[in-house]
């Protein structure tokens, strides 16, 4: 149990984490809505979509290689080594990222950002600079660094947030967003710098073992450009058809929606390394305790999440925008909050096929969910609007999670207790009944309701004894640890 215990302590500290992160877009999102015209949101959308991309793309995969070969080294000069050659890789891809998106800022103003090439320019270096971060950041992930880690990633978020503010309600609109956010990444930089140059020193690379990395990495880089067509790049094409305002009125609900993937972050982020422990030691059952137990930590929250926001998203939205963009972008929502149910789901299987190293697999599921997703978008977006954009994005994610669920449960099988899950959907369409009775308006109301509903929804699942007496222990721990 101690295990256990260590284990729900780290996932609520990164959950803690990830739940400031995911919320750094919904505390900008009044901000930046009722100070901006939607077609200037729509750009601040595309610009976080740009950002989600061109950096990791930037690292040739080597983050992943950092984490994966980096736990290993003891001798300290490979270990400068390895972090410097990354290091003096990614700022050279960094620059000609960079130099591309500035001599072609034109194009790609007149295509995406509505002719606006002064921010495409601010744009190339906030990639460049958002690209080294990463890296930086990746650095205390690899060498378990969890609370130097989570507490830079909760600085730069909370920065974000004051700065970007600061320069939006000083009236310098869609510029001033785009300089707040360069100034922040450059600050977290420089301290994440500062604190791995006191750790590791300063060395200049020989470059030892980079190709070994690099053929580690690079495979990889498939997965990461699938997930972000699957994520991300229906704001593209909703630009490219229908203008940066429809990106403003369907952001805001999708953003809404995404609440639900902060729920499986932390186990993305400590899974792999505790699965493969016990895999690679032959323990089995505690392999398939782990991944029960995540499932069903996951389920428990997003299932009743998605009910909740689901049902309030409107009102939610016009809380958090404007009536204009609520009326126009509700319905997003409960696309995108079933979509990232699946997508939490998947993430649980995919472990499997991590441990079994089927990596290629995974690669290739993205690859067809990414090209559903971004065929149909191109199909129907055109024709029926923004919702095709949230409909593509869940058909997309329910494949993927078909597939993958297919194919891992070939090499190893847990329990996934179906009968908690009905219970939690039971539990939540009584829960849902508060909302609909209640139908609150304005912030107190929908707070309240909210409150009422997690009340309600734990003492039903509670009695219908949805948990045991072990799983009740490590929930506390996890929630206790937060």
């Not at 990463?134 to 909370?158: C, D, E, G, W």
């Not at 999708?254 to 400590?270: C, E, K």
């Not at 939205?317 to 204009?324: D, K, N, R």
């Not at 308006?441 to 009695?463: E, H, N, P």
Request: charged fraction near 15%; hydrophobic fraction near 55%; glycine fraction near 8%.
């Amino acid at each position: 149990m101690k295990e256990y215990k260590l284990f729900a302590q780290r996932v609520g500290l990164v959950g803690l984490t990830k739940f400031v992160n995911r919320f750094q877009g919904v505390i900008l999102l009044p901000i930046l809505t009722k100070n901006m015209s939607v077609g200037d949101y729509g750009i601040w959308a595309q610009i976080m979509v740009t950002i989600g991309l061109i950096p990791s793309l930037m690292s040739l995969g080597l983050s992943q290689s950092m984490v994966r070969f980096m736990p290993s080294v003891k001798n300290k000069v490979n270990f400068q080594d390895m972090f410097y050659s990354f290091l003096s890789v990614i700022t050279l891809t960094g620059i000609f990222a960079s130099l591309g998106i500035y001599l072609m800022s034109e194009q790609i103003a007149d295509l995406l950002f509505d002719g606006d090439r002064l921010i495409v320019e601010v744009l190339a270096l906030v990639v460049f600079f958002e690209g080294i971060l990463k890296l930086l950041l990746n650095y205390f992930r690899a060498t378990q660094q969890i609370k130097r880690h989570s507490m830079l990633t909760v600085a730069k978020n909370v920065l974000t947030v004051v700065i970007v503010a600061f320069f939006v309600l000083q009236g310098e609109g869609i510029f001033g967003a785009v300089k707040g956010l360069l100034i922040t990444i450059v600050i977290m930089l420089l301290i994440a710098l500062l604190f791995i140059i006191r750790d590791l020193g300063l060395k200049v690379p020989k470059f030892n073992d980079l190709r070994q990395h690099l053929a580690f990495g690079i495979p990889t880089e498939s997965s990461t450009m699938s997930k972000w067509i699957l994520n991300s790049s229906d704001r593209y094409v909703i630009s490219g058809f229908l203008g940066t305002s429809a990106v403003g009125y369907y952001s805001p609900g999708y953003t809404l929606g995404t609440v639900l993937q902060m729920f499986v972050a932390p186990l993305n982020f400590m899974l792999p390394m505790i699965l493969s422990k016990h895999y690679d030691g032959n323990n089995l059952e505690e392999v398939k305790r782990y991944l029960s137990y995540s499932l069903k930590y996951f389920l428990a929250i997003a299932i009743p999440a998605a009910f909740g926001l689901s049902l309030l998203s409107r009102q939610l939205l016009e809380i958090l925008s404007t009536p204009e963009i609520a009326e126009q972008g509700y319905f997003i929502t409960p696309f995108v909050a079933i979509g990232a149910i699946f997508f939490g789901i998947f993430s649980v299987f995919e472990k499997v096929a991590m441990l079994v190293k089927k990596t290629k697999v995974i690669g290739t599921i993205w690859v067809i969910a990414a090209a559903l997703n971004l065929g149909l978008n191109m199909l129907l977006i055109p024709h029926i609007g923004i919702i095709a954009a949230a409909a593509t994005t869940l058909l997309s994610f329910t494949a993927a999670l078909g597939l993958m669920a297919r194919y891992s449960l070939r090499y190893l099988q847990f329990d996934m207790d179906f009968a908690f899950i009905l219970k939690s959907v039971f539990a939540s369409v009584l829960m849902s009944g508060i909302i609909l009775l209640w139908n609150p308006s304005g912030l107190f109301a929908v707070l309240g309701v909210i409150g009422a509903c997690v009340v309600f929804y734990f003492v039903i699942l509670i009695l219908l004894k949805g948990f045991n007496k072990e799983e009740f222990k490590f929930f506390k721990e996890c929630i206790s640890s937060s």
